[in-house]
């Protein structure tokens, strides 16, 4: 069963974000499975879980297969092409699209630790040596 044709970067919530991240991790799965993998995570109850699984299918973000008498959900929306547009759309939003703001509100609010900024001066070499 094919979900509604949708944009590969479906905007998804946060709740449905937590379901994503559950099919990211191994798919296909069922709405039993997704609610065992989200019970320490989450107080949901299976509705709350169909409910979350019925928007994500809608959205275009998963597709479903008959098995049986159950559906197996697995991802369309990729994970990296997610992340991607959030980041894009939280830097846009927040600091203008501009990185060096984001990076120096993010270091006066959690101190960098050594390995933290090492990788960061490795970036920037990786980027000027590009």
């Given at each position: 069963?094919?979900?509604?044709?949708?944009?590969?970067?479906?905007?998804?919530?946060?709740?449905?974000?937590?379901?994503?991240?559950?099919?990211?991790?191994?798919?296909?799965?069922?709405?039993?499975?997704?609610?065992?993998?989200?019970?320490e995570r989450q107080d949901w109850q299976l509705a709350t879980i169909k409910t979350?699984?019925?928007?994500?299918?809608?959205?275009?973000?998963?597709?479903?297969?008959?098995?049986?008498?159950?559906y197996l959900y697995s991802p369309v929306l990729q994970r990296e092409s997610w992340?991607s547009a959030q980041s894009m759309g939280l830097l846009d939003r927040l600091f203008?699209?501009?990185?060096?703001?984001?990076?120096?509100?993010?270091?006066?609010?959690?101190?960098?630790?050594?390995?933290?900024?090492?990788?960061?001066?490795?970036?920037?070499?990786?980027?000027?040596?590009?």
């Amino acid at each position: 069963m094919s979900p509604p044709d949708q944009a590969a970067t479906t905007s998804i919530s946060e709740a449905e974000a937590q379901v994503m991240e559950v099919l990211w991790q191994r798919h296909p799965q069922s709405t039993d499975e997704i609610a065992q993998a989200l019970v320490e995570r989450q107080d949901w109850q299976l509705a709350t879980i169909k409910t979350l699984v019925n928007r994500l299918f809608n959205k275009g973000a998963i597709s479903a297969e008959k098995d049986g008498r159950r559906y197996l959900y697995s991802p369309v929306l990729q994970r990296e092409s997610w992340l991607s547009a959030q980041s894009m759309g939280l830097l846009d939003r927040l600091f203008q699209g501009r990185l060096t703001p984001l990076v120096a509100h993010f270091s006066a609010q959690r101190k960098l630790d050594a390995a933290e900024l090492k990788a960061l001066k490795q970036l920037i070499q990786d980027y000027e040596n590009d």
